[in-house]
């Protein structure tokens, strides 16, 4: 059974406002701590990453999978769900600008491996992204989110 991204996620904000990629990051970040899935560190992990080995993370245009390696700031798996009103750059030379970072806190290679097919199988379907695109509520994202889990 494919993984439920709405019952996976901790927060949601829509239309959020980031000056840049690493506000857009912390902003994923703050999602995961808000629902209890990570501590503050792991946010500065997650940055750090992104430092360390370049914008990889921005793994289709305009989205970013913000992550960093499980740790002991992780305290359970989780999603965030960050859209941003205006695009920032990453850095990446074919994916930029970004409009969505997914925050993802995963305990094991196996979980991230399993949520990166769920977000793969979601945001592939390219009228399903338009309406995550113009979601405005976190109840629009959960629902879209929720009807595409069903559908698959």
């Not at 990453?90 to 806190?105: C, E, R, S, W, Y």
Request: hydrophobic content about 45%; aromatic content about 4%; glycine content about 8%.
């Amino acid at each position: 059974m494919a993984l439920n991204l709405a019952e996976s996620l901790c927060s949601i904000s829509t239309k959020a406002t980031a000056a840049d990629w690493r506000e857009a990051i912390r902003l994923s970040g703050d999602g995961l701590v808000a629902g209890g899935a990570t501590t503050d560190e792991y946010t500065d992990q997650m940055i750090a990453a992104v430092v360390e080995h370049g914008p990889y993370i921005v793994i289709a245009p305009g989205i970013a999978l913000a992550h960093a390696r499980p740790s002991d700031a992780v305290l359970h798996g989780g999603l965030s769900w960050v859209s941003l009103k205006t695009p920032v750059e990453f850095g990446h030379p074919k994916n930029d600008p970004v409009t969505l970072v997914i925050g993802l806190a995963a305990v094991d290679h196996t979980t991230h491996i399993d949520v990166l097919k769920a977000v793969a199988g979601v945001l592939s379907d390219k009228a399903v992204r338009a309406r995550l695109e113009a979601a405005t509520t976190d109840d629009e994202v959960r629902t879209i989110l929720g009807e595409a889990a069903s559908a698959s």
